[in-house]
């Protein structure tokens, strides 16, 4: 049995059902208001710590993609 590599949207589809509907849905069809609360609050930090994720992941790869100088040189202005 070989399993495919989720695609990244794939991967951030499954997490937010898993991480943000489920719960809040959970938590106002099962639960009563103070759940809907916590629920929320779990979702908001859950969002969070993602976003954060995802900013120090483009963060480290902005520092292992520095550029190397072109060899480009203009060519010298001849004096006249």
Not at 20 to 46: F, R, Y
């Amino acid at each position: 049995m070989s399993e495919q590599k989720q695609s990244f949207m794939q991967q951030l589809d499954a997490w937010t059902t898993a991480t943000v509907i489920n719960p809040l849905h959970q938590a106002v069809t099962e639960g009563d208001g103070n759940d809907c609360d916590a629920a929320c609050e779990a979702v908001k930090s859950a969002i969070r710590q993602k976003v954060l994720e995802s900013y120090r992941n483009g963060q480290a790869a902005a520092a292992g993609a520095k550029s190397q100088p072109g060899k480009f040189q203009p060519r010298r202005q001849s004096a006249k």
